[in-house]
């Protein structure tokens, strides 16, 4: 089976086991964890900001953030597919109180218009009220938003009195696949959210970045969340292990999709090439007349799994683990298992 389902199906590599075996621990919860605390210094530099915090998972990170960035009544405004709206549970609602308004968007980048509008529409105080913006963004494969143009929507939300919160559960990926370094884009929003479970291959773990101010009350909330650890040593070694081992090697993973899309694309699949901006490839049902779970019954019975992306839409996702080979027979096995015959375009 050739599963493309997603980039958290990474298993840790023997050199990460081995340097999660090795690692130094001590109690986290006294900050006493010297590989934790090491983990937190490197990232908040790689993130542009004074301080970082370990978390178990990205989902905790962004709940947090909208704790601090926000109160009771406020508006969060994003991306109508972004993670935060779609994938946490309503947890905006439940553990920060917050309304949502969610924008329509090209590539998942809201525009100023829409985010002002958003804004200005609404009863909600501005200072209790947030943006969260999404690099690579998730629902719109894996798209990365410019630095100009991420600088220029925080812009927007400043002038309106408003928080920005980044999740950037893939923020290492838009920075392999644009050369930009990760603290372009996070040193621009109050909190970023990295997720090391994803493309970086490790079994856990998050990270948030922010001011001490703002982290040292992240902490709290950690406490509050059921996310203080001890030994967590064992964890950030995979993490420091991923920053320095994991990230270059995202390149390959991105070949691998843009290859990947070509000889979907080449075969007269509805894939969308240049949109393949990093390990992503999206595959549009609509045009094939396919459900979902038709698709996803077919291409398992030749041998490959994909994965949703949002309504009407697959994925195919590029990891550490998905090889050459694997791609190449992905190319011959999903148009087939489609209903479409190789050599036919569109
Ligand atoms: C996966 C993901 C998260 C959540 O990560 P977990 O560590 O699984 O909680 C948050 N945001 C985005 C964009 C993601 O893709």
Known sequence: MI???????????AGMRAAMAAAEVGDEQF??????????????????????????????????????LTHPGGLLIAEERTHVIVFEFGGPAVHAG?????LSAEAGRPSIEAIRTAAEGSESRRDASVLVLENTHRS?????????????????????????????????????AAGVAPSAW??????????FS??????????????????????EEKFRFGGALRQSGVLAAAMLYAVDHHVERL???????????????????PVDVDATETNFVAIDLAPLGLSYDDAEARVEREGV?????????????????????????????IPAALGIRSGVGV
Do not use: Y
Request: proline share 4%; hydrophobic share 45%; aromatic share 2%.
């Open 3 to 13: 599963d493309l389902r997603s980039d958290t199906l990474t298993k840790p590599t």
């Open 186 to 195: 996070g040193a621009l929003a109050d909190t970023v959210t990295v997720c």
């Open 251 to 269: 390149a390959e993973d991105h070949a691998r999709a843009r290859r990947l899309a070509e000889g979907l694309a080449n075969a007269g699949l």
């Open 140 to 176: 719109s494969g894996g798209r990365v938003w410019p630095v100009d143009e991420l600088a220029a929507a925080v812009d927007a939300a400043r002038d309106l009195g408003i928080a920005v919160h980044l999740d950037g559960a893939r923020l290492f990926n838009a920075s392999v």
């Open 31 to 68: 900050r006493e964890d010297p590989t934790t605390n090491a983990l937190q210094s490197r990232m908040a530099e790689i993130l542009g900001h004074e301080a970082a915090l370990l978390l178990p998972t990205a989902t905790m990170a962004n709940q947090i953030a909208l704790r601090l």
């Open 98 to 102: 917050l309304m949502t308004q969610p």
């Open 305 to 333: 799994q994909l994965g949703f992306l949002r309504p009407g839409v697959m994925r195919a996702v590029t990891h550490i683990d998905v090889s050459d080979d694997d791609v190449d027979r992905a190319v011959d096995r």
């Open 198 to 219: 994803k493309g970086l291959g490790c079994p856990l773990g998050a990270v948030l970045a922010g001011s001490r101010e703002l982290i040292d009350r992240a902490w």
